[in-house]
């Protein structure tokens, strides 16, 4: 196995654990917030912090899961023009293909680049959504994950860079 075959297999199974944690996340949900819903319904005791909770839970589970999404081109996208245009201009799609992906290198930087000072800060200065003395939740958790789901990304548009380097260089349309 070559050194990039490696690195594909390593990243992919990153971005598969990261997703099986997201999809842990969106179970956590499901029981926190069918526990709030019965408790609400038959015992007249809502569970504190749900509403924090699955507000922090959506951002870090986005966030966990967007690689893998992306590794199995699963993002929402309208790509009828763009299927025209790459079999009518197979060299000109390439081009935009690549430039797709240096625009989310770019783009997912900066999310990286601007989210760590506020981790830093969320860690530093012990931020937490909820209300004192019923339920608190740290969110620096939350932005670390956001700032390990941004990673994956990077590395995963930075391997279709790679990927679809090769196949400008080689010719290949697919």
Same mark, same amino acid.
């Given at each position: 196995?070559?050194?990039?075959?490696?690195?594909?297999? !390593?990243?992919?199974?990153?971005?598969?654990?990261?997703?099986?944690?997201?999809?842990?996340?969106?179970?956590?949900?499901?029981?926190?917030?069918?526990?709030?819903?019965?408790?609400?319904?038959?015992?007249?005791?809502?569970?504190?912090?749900?509403?924090?909770?699955?507000?922090?839970?959506?951002?870090?589970?986005?966030?966990?899961?967007?690689?893998? !999404?992306?590794?199995? &081109?699963?993002?929402?996208?309208?790509?009828?023009?763009?299927?025209?245009?790459?079999?009518? &201009?197979?060299?000109?799609?390439?081009?935009? !293909?690549?430039?797709?992906?240096?625009?989310?290198?770019?783009?997912?930087?900066?999310?990286?680049?601007?989210?760590?000072?506020?981790? +830093? +800060?969320?860690?530093?200065?012990?931020?937490?959504?909820? !209300?004192?003395?019923?339920?608190?939740?740290?969110?620096?958790?939350?932005?670390?994950?956001?700032?390990?789901?941004?990673?994956?990304?990077?590395?995963?548009?930075?391997?279709?860079?790679?990927?679809?380097?090769?196949?400008?260089?080689?010719?290949?349309? &697919?």
């Amino acid at each position: 196995m070559s050194v990039k075959d490696k690195i594909n297999v !390593t990243v992919g199974s990153i971005t598969f654990i990261l997703n099986a944690l997201g999809a842990v996340g969106i179970l956590a949900m499901v029981v926190v917030v069918n526990v709030d819903v019965f408790g609400r319904g038959f015992f007249n005791q809502p569970l504190p912090g749900v509403a924090e909770f699955v507000g922090l839970a959506i951002v870090a589970i986005v966030w966990l899961q967007a690689a893998d !999404t992306l590794r199995h &081109k699963r993002f929402i996208r309208s790509d009828v023009l763009f299927n025209a245009l790459a079999t009518r &201009k197979p060299v000109f799609a390439r081009f935009l !293909t690549l430039l797709f992906d240096l625009n989310g290198l770019v783009i997912v930087g900066l999310i990286f680049y601007f989210s760590i000072p506020l981790f +830093q +800060q969320s860690l530093e200065r012990g931020y937490y959504r909820g !209300t004192p003395g019923v339920m608190t939740i740290p969110v620096w958790p939350i932005k670390l994950l956001i700032l390990i789901g941004c990673a994956a990304l990077f590395v995963q548009i930075l391997l279709f860079l790679y990927f679809n380097l090769k196949k400008t260089g080689s010719g290949s349309s &697919k």
